[in-house]
T-cell receptor, first 112, second 114 residues
Framework: AQSVTQLDSHVSVSEGTPVLLRCNYS??????LFWYVQHPNKGLQLLLK??????LVKGINGFEAEFKKSETSFHLTKPSAHMSDAAEYFC??????????FGKGTHLIIQP | DGGITQSPKYLFRKEGQNVTLSCEQN?????MYWYRQDPGQGLRLIYY???????QKGDIAEGYSVSREKKESFPLTVTSAQKNPTAFYLC?????????????FGDGTRLSIL
């Protein structure tokens, strides 16, 4: 069975500083990995996806993530945080056997 | 614009009442999903459908029912058997059920008990 662990339930950064949201996964197969963002009372929006092509994946709004098989990690980064980045972020793992499994989310707080 | 529409945005249920949440998509996607979101719990799969007239139970199907009579529509009924229905419900769709297909989400329905 697959699983995903988001290592921080809350992350707080100052505006203009880098963002790092950590995600580790477990899968018996070659998984696909996704990051989604959710603003309050809204649905989830796809930020980026990894599907066995380039290990460094660029997404929307300046976010990117690196797939590291040896570390079973898929951390999300952004060089410079903006106030509009404040939201809940979900890491998702998927393989053909188990469908999608969502992490419990990381709440990103941006300090002015 | 293509997308997923969920209605209503807010819904209140009385004791012993069944309520139905609407989900419509115009993305021409084959697969549709219903999730329940509770604070700090992430998303949990209730039901999914890969094709019209077929659907499968997810991880927490008890107390819920669905139908898939049209490709565009996947309504969810929260029955009186669901004893703790207060949650945020999200509908999603994808082009196929394969693991590398991203899901597209509606803006959710928040259900509360009166």
């Amino acid at each position: 069975a697959q699983s995903v662990t988001q290592l921080d339930s809350h992350v707080s950064v100052s505006e203009g500083t880098p963002v790092l949201l950590r995600c580790n996964y477990s899968s018996s197969y070659s998984p696909s990995l996704f990051w989604y963002v959710q603003h309050p009372n809204k649905g989830l929006q796809l930020l980026l996806k990894y599907t066995s092509a380039a290990t460094l994946v660029k997404g929307i709004n300046g976010f990117e993530a690196e797939f590291k098989k040896s570390e079973t990690s898929f951390h999300l980064t952004k060089p410079s945080a903006h106030m509009s980045d404040a939201a809940e972020y979900f890491c998702v793992v998927s393989d053909f056997a188990d469908g999608l499994t969502f992490g419990k989310g990381t709440h990103l707080i941006i300090q002015p | 614009d293509g997308g997923i529409t969920q209605s209503p945005k807010y819904l209140f249920r009385k004791e012993g009442q069944n309520v139905t949440l609407s989900c419509e998509q115009n993305l021409n996607h084959d697969a549709m999903y219903w999730y329940r979101q509770d604070p700090g719990q992430g998303l949990r799969l209730i039901y999914y459908s890969q094709i019209v007239n077929d659907f499968q139970k997810g991880d927490i199907a008890e107390g819920y029912s669905v139908s898939r009579e049209k490709k565009e529509s996947f309504p969810l009924t929260v029955t009186s058997a669901q004893k703790n229905p207060t949650a945020f419900y999200l509908c999603a769709s994808s082009a196929g059920a394969g693991g590398n297909q991203p899901q597209h989400f509606g803006d959710g329905t928040r259900l509360s008990i009166l």
